[in-house]
């Protein structure tokens, strides 16, 4: 069984400033990890996701995360944000078999963006 | 353009009624799923398939019900709607690859927010 925890609820930052979304993971078998965003009354799109290879992984807007197997977190960062990222964010694993079974995902991170 | 669709996207209704949450996608994927998303914005799975004529419930316990008939299709059904079932509904899928030939997790659809007054 696997575990997400988003370890901050909100995060509140200025406009054009950088922004770091923690995500740490529990899992007993290896796991591909991935990160959503669910803009207000949307459903939920995928911002980047790891399987393989390169621990830095870039996604769309200007998001990129880090993952560290020893630390058992997958990181979100932003060098600038702007007032479009007003969002929800979720972290999710899946186990290693194929990608996209049974996502578990966090609690999710609310970001309000200030002007 | 989405290729998953979720109707109704709002729905408010009566305790007692029986309720179908419709969601359907175009990608030809074999596995879908029902999450439901609470007030607080936690995702909690309550049913998935993983291709047609198979069922299985979820992380959650939930009173609804599912069938996949098709493989576009994945309806939920409550048949007797309470004020706990108000929620938000979202249904996503996934296939073991996707159009450009890479797996990416799911796609959700815009969900169902319904109200149970």
């Known amino acids: 069984a696997q575990s997400v925890t988003q370890l901050d609820s909100q995060v509140p930052v200025f406009e054009e400033a950088p922004v770091e979304l923690r995500c740490n993971y529990s899992s007993s078998v290896s796991v591909y990890l991935f990160w959503y965003v669910q803009y207000p009354n949307q459903g939920l799109q995928l911002l980047l996701k790891?399987?393989?290879?390169?621990?830095l992984v870039k996604g769309i807007n200007g998001f990129e995360a880090e993952f560290n197997k020893s630390q058992t977190s997958f990181h979100l960062r932003k060098p600038s944000v702007h007032i479009s990222d007003t969002a929800e964010y979720f972290c999710a694993v899946s186990p290693w078999g194929a990608a996209g079974n049974k996502l578990t995902f966090g609690g999710g991170t609310r970001v309000l963006v200030k002007p | 353009e989405a290729d998953i669709y979720q109707t109704p996207r709002y729905l408010v209704i009566g305790t007692g009624k029986k309720i179908t949450l419709e969601c359907s996608q175009t990608m030809g994927h074999d596995k879908m799923y029902w999450y439901q998303q609470d007030p607080g914005m936690e995702l909690h799975l309550i049913h998935y398939?993983?291709?047609?004529?198979?069922?299985e419930k979820g992380d959650l316990s939930s009173e609804s019900t599912v069938s996949r008939i098709r493989t576009e299709h994945f309806p939920l059904t409550l048949e007797s709607a309470r004020p706990s079932h108000t929620s938000q509904y979202l249904c996503a899928s996934s296939g073991t690859r996707d159009r450009g030939g890479e797996d990416y997790g799911y796609t959700f659809g815009s969900g169902t927010r319904l109200t149970v007054v």
């Open positions: 398939s993983y291709g047609v004529n198979s069922t």
């Open positions: 790891y399987l393989s290879g390169s621990t």
